[in-house]
């Protein structure tokens, strides 16, 4: 669910700047945006996947102690 909160947020943010962008071609600049936007896209992936992780490591946790109180 959080994934794809934070994946529309991102795209949302890519297409607000993408809209915003002057009548002027900048390379330079043009170039500079999209890595900040692969940037920003990156992170927000690592960010998924370190909670993905977690959640996994809690069920983890959960699995072991109810095989432990089975015993």
Request: charged residues 10%.
């Amino acid at each position: 669910m959080s994934k794809s909160i934070s994946l529309s947020l991102v795209l949302a943010a890519s297409l607000g700047l993408a809209a915003c962008s002057g009548g002027a071609e900048n390379t330079t600049a043009n170039n500079a945006m999209e890595n900040t936007m692969e940037n920003a896209t990156n992170a927000a992936e690592n960010a998924m996947n370190a909670a993905e992780n977690a959640t996994n490591a809690a069920a983890n946790a959960t699995n072991a102690a109810n095989a432990s109180n089975a015993m």
